[in-house]
């Protein structure tokens, strides 16, 4: 596997592609300022680790950890807020899917999805 590495000022630019040999596995972008790395962990674990859809795995619920607060979606697994819970982590229940979790768009051999967030869109040719 090749790793190549380009520089932008953090929060500007984040885009993945994840491939073993010659296939690439995943194509992924995301928007979102400091939740770039954790909308584009949980979608491409979603994806490439669950085999779930890409147009599923961006519509998920998200966690977005800060300063000892997750930050949970609507619909997060409650046995996931139990353990970091009990884990002493502060829990901020938001009331709906919203752009504070980042926007992230992939593309597999699967398929494609578009983050609803920020109003994204897939058409594939």
């Known amino acids: ?18 491939s073993a040999g010659v296939a690439t596995g995943a194509a992924a972008g995301a928007a979102g300022g400091s939740r770039i790395r954790t909308a584009l962990a949980q979608v491409l674990a979603a994806c ?6 890409p147009s599923v795995a ?14 949970i979606e609507p619909g997060y ?32 051999a699967a398929g494609a999805g578009a983050d609803p967030r920020r109003d994204g869109a897939v058409a594939l040719l």
Do not use: K, Q
Not at 48 to 53: H, K, R, T
């Open 48 to 53: 490439l680790l669950e085999e779930v859809e």
């Open 77 to 108: 697994p409650d046995e996931a807020v139990a353990a970091l819970e009990a884990a002493r982590w502060r829990i901020s229940h938001w009331n709906e899917l919203h752009h504070y979790f980042g926007g992230a768009s992939i593309l597999t």
């Open 1 to 18: 596997m090749e790793v190549v590495v380009r520089s932008a000022p953090p929060g500007l630019l984040a885009v993945t592609c994840v």
């Open 58 to 71: 961006t519509h998920r619920p998200r966690l977005h950890p800060t300063d000892g607060v997750a930050h």
